[in-house]
């Protein structure tokens, strides 16, 4: 059973740090990692979708990366703004047809 | 584009009492997800469907949950009886079906069992 971890669950930054958020798993067989973006009280919006035979994707000031064999993930946010306060999610897919595994979830705040 | 659209927003109920909630995909996709979100925790699984066919109904709670999508198109998932551990958010979700698709979420129905 693929089980999905997030550390921390909580985390605090000033304004403009970088910062990663890590994603670990426990079956390195997967199919694809989507990492979500989800704002109190709204659904989940998708960021980066990451293949299985990809080892990074990027959109903006957003980077993930994937370790199959270690079982990790991390999102990297460069030069983060308030605006990136939010929880976020990473899925786990075992097959294209199957469910998606979801960790918990790391709730960033960015301080002005 | 429109989203996945979902209703109610809210709902409130008394344990042992039934409520249903709605879910419109994106036009055109074929596969359709039901999750349930308790505070603090990601969100679960409690239904795949392609099309109208169940593709995964493995943590659906069969005594009091169930669910149908007509005509593979809206889905209700419905609760009877509630249960006050029911209590949590439940997402609906869409993809296209493709390979590596990803998913969209709506925003939630947010249920309270008092």
């Known amino acids: 059973k693929q089980e999905v971890t997030q550390i921390p669950a909580a985390l605090s930054v000033p304004e403009g740090e970088n910062l990663v958020l890590n994603c670990s798993f426990t079956d390195s067989a997967i199919y694809n990692l989507q990492w979500f973006r989800q704002d109190p009280g709204k659904g989940l919006t998708s960021l980066l979708l990451i293949q299985s035979s990809q080892r990074e994707q990027t959109s903006g000031r957003l980077n993930a990366s994937l370790d199959k064999s270690s079982g990790r993930s991390t999102l990297y946010i460069a030069a983060s703004q308030p605006g990136d306060s939010a929880t976020y999610l990473c899925?786990?897919?075992?097959?294209?047809?199957?469910?998606?595994?979801f960790g918990d979830g790391t709730t960033l705040t960015v301080k002005p | 584009e429109a989203g996945v659209a979902q209703s109610p927003r809210y709902k409130i109920i008394e344990k042992r009492q039934s409520v249903a909630f709605w879910c419109n995909p994106i036009?055109?996709?074929?596969?359709l997800y039901w999750y349930q979100q308790i505070l603090g925790q990601g969100p679960k699984l409690l239904i795949q469907f392609q099309n109208n066919g169940v593709v995964d109904d493995s943590q659906l709670p069969k005594d009091r949950f169930s669910a149908e999508r007509l005509k593979g198109v809206d889905s209700t998932l419905k609760i009877q009886p509630a249960k006050l551990e029911d209590s949590a958010v439940y997402l609906c979700?869409?993809?296209?079906?493709?390979?590596?698709?990803?998913?969209?979420f709506g925003s939630g129905t947010q249920l309270s069992v008092l």
């Open positions: 036009s055109g996709h074929a596969t």
């Open positions: 979700a869409s993809g296209a079906g493709r390979a590596n698709e990803k998913l969209f």
């Open positions: 899925a786990v897919k075992r097959t294209n047809a199957g469910k998606s595994t």
